[in-house]
């Protein structure tokens, strides 16, 4: 089993639609969570990371953690053109996270 | 802040050969620097991690004697491709925590290796 998990995608939204992102992981330990952002062709920028359980925005996007459920997703809000790209989600302890395999989000105008 | 580069942006290579990618922290003191690949349409794999004055370690699979890391300063890591083959082609891409504050990592540009 891998152990950073992501709904495959790909997804398409409509501009101005809320993109909702998930990502469950297996390591009951892992205390770092973070959601990163990857233009073709450029690597990883970091959106947002996440300690602690309940949900922390950041202007448009959002993250949960529940890590009785062993879950994490990201939300994007009002989803622009420039919102397109994958997104990847990584947890574990800080000197070995672990990636998902990503998602692919398309901004339709 | 957070600033992480990556030196060259790109470089082709004969099979054989070797190649020197550089990774800096720009405006703050790393003292842990990773070295991730990635192949097309995969995700990031952690190929190992630089600790400033000490040996690197390497994840299960990476041969240490093909892929040198050097982390000489807080602000300056080196990963060596060593006799580079085909499949040795990718995308490399370090990273840098920022500080013992924090558990965030800053990605580099990456560095896309072709060898021929």
């Known amino acids: 089993q891998k152990e950073v998990e992501q709904n495959s995608g790909p997804l398409s939204v409509p501009e101005g639609a809320i993109a909702s992102l998930n990502c469950t992981y297996s390591?009951?330990?892992?205390?770092?969570f973070f959601w990163y952002r990857q233009y073709s062709g450029k690597s990883p920028e970091l959106i947002m990371s996440?300690?602690?359980?309940g949900d922390k925005e950041d202007g448009r996007f959002t993250a949960q953690l529940n890590k009785a459920s062993q879950y994490v997703s990201l939300l994007i809000r009002d989803s622009q053109p420039s919102d397109s790209a994958t997104y990847l989600c990584?947890?574990?302890?800080?000197?070995?996270?672990?990636f998902g395999a990503g998602t692919t989000v398309t901004v339709r105008a | 802040g957070a600033v992480v580069s990556q030196h060259p942006s790109w470089v082709i290579c004969k099979s054989g050969t070797s190649v020197k990618i550089e990774c800096r922290s720009l405006?703050?003191?790393?003292?842990?620097m990773f070295w991730y690949r990635q192949f097309p349409k995969q995700s990031l794999m952690l190929m190992a991690t630089?600790?400033?004055?000490?040996?690197?370690?390497?994840e299960q699979g990476v041969e240490k004697d093909k892929f040198l890391i050097n982390h000489a300063s807080l602000t300056l890591s080196t990963l060596t491709v060593t006799s580079a083959h085909p499949e040795d082609s990718s995308f490399y891409i370090c990273?840098?925590?920022?500080?013992?504050?924090?558990?965030?990592?800053?990605f580099g540009p990456g560095t896309r290796l072709t060898v021929l």
């Open positions: 630089s600790n400033e004055g000490s040996k690197a370690t390497y």
């Open positions: 405006d703050f003191q790393a003292t842990t």
């Open positions: 990273s840098a925590r920022s500080g013992l504050a924090t558990d965030e990592q800053f």
């Open positions: 996440i300690y602690s359980n």
């Open positions: 990584a947890g574990g302890p800080w000197d070995k996270l672990s």
């Open positions: 390591d009951r330990v892992s205390q770092s």
